[in-house]
Nanobody, 121 residues
């Protein structure tokens, strides 16, 4: 059974920092993990991603402020968010893409339930 669990959200003032964590389990081989966010009334947008090789990408609006990193295990990632603004307020979702089982020939994507980040002005 695949599980994607996010944690670390909360309320922070403008200029503050938060670190989100995401742990994926039940996936045989993870290729890439990513962070998305969705503000009320908006679509879910990609924040950034990290491949199994450690290559990271970020949306322009968070470059220089957010950092995605991996834990010791390939199935855990972090999102360090610094210098937060009210525009960063959203539910943050973790996505994992990989081969579900050892016999899978196609990758699949899996989502967590999301964690709320609220930045007060």
């Amino acid at each position: 059974q695949v599980q994607i669990e996010e944690s670390g959200g909360g309320l922070v003032q403008t200029g503050g920092s938060l670190r989100l964590s995401c742990t994926a389990s039940g996936i045989f081989d993870i290729y890439v993990m990513a962070w998305y966010r969705q503000a009320p009334g908006n679509e879910r947008d990609k924040v950034g991603s990290i491949t199994s090789g450690g290559y990271t990408t970020y949306v322009d609006s968070v470059k220089g402020r957010f950092t995605i990193s991996r834990g010791d295990a390939k199935n855990k990632i972090y999102l360090q968010m610094n210098n937060l603004t009210p525009e960063d307020t959203a539910v943050y979702y973790c996505q994992a893409i990989g081969l579900p089982t050892s016999t899978s020939t196609m990758m699949d994507g899996y989502w967590g339930q999301g964690t709320q980040v609220t930045v007060s002005s």
